[in-house]
């Protein structure tokens, strides 16, 4: 019910502080399953790059509510976008701090890191480093991801890369 009260009320950042560190608070063995498999989405996917093993993760008809910016809401998009990243910040990381499942919602927070080794928003590579929050809060449909909403902290990775005026 948490997590579908923040959904509904448009306060997905907030729930961050609800989150229980090291493990999941209120966690089923659907939970556990879906966290577990989470984590080898972030380990396959985002860290060591292998973006087409992306495909086992995802529910038929996945939308992403919070797309990467110009990229389509389905997987295909996904991929794209975080090729896309990845060109940028080869060495792109993701590490979960904490997780909380709730019924077929589960929510992350974690860490995104990496250094700008390619171009980024029209700037050259400048070796600069990021390291800010996320939350991403998925539903699940048989083990895979249905749908996606999640926020990252943009305004300190433009800061920190010297995006900013």
């Given amino acids: 019910m948490f997590i579908k009260t ?18 999941m608070a209120g966690a089923t063995s659907a939970g556990e399953t879906n966290a577990k498999s989470f984590r080898q989405l ?3 996917v985002f860290n060591r790059g292998e973006i087409d093993a992306a ?13 990467w910016p110009g990229f389509s809401p389905d ?3 996904f991929k ?9 910040f080869p060495d792109l990381r993701m590490t979960i701090q904490r997780t909380v499942a709730e019924g077929d919602l589960f929510a992350i ?3 995104l890191s990496g250094s700008q080794l390619g171009e980024f928003m029209g700037q050259k590579a400048s070796g600069k480093t990021f390291s800010v929050e996320a ?5 699940m449909a048989d083990g895979r991801i249905a749908e996606h909403w ?16």
């Fill in 75 to 77: 997987v295909a998009g």
């Fill in 42 to 44: 972030a380990d396959l």
């Fill in 109 to 111: 927070q974690s860490t």
């Fill in 135 to 139: 939350i991403d809060i998925v539903r």
């Fill in 6 to 23: 923040l959904l509904a009320a448009g306060m997905i950042a907030t729930a961050a502080v609800a989150l229980a560190p090291d493990g």
């Fill in 55 to 67: 495909d086992r993760f995802f529910a038929a008809g996945f939308v992403d509510h919070a797309p």
């Fill in 150 to 165: 999640g926020l990252i902290d943009t305004a300190t990775m433009a800061g920190q890369l010297g995006l900013q005026p």
């Fill in 80 to 88: 794209a976008g975080l090729a896309d990243i990845r060109k940028s």
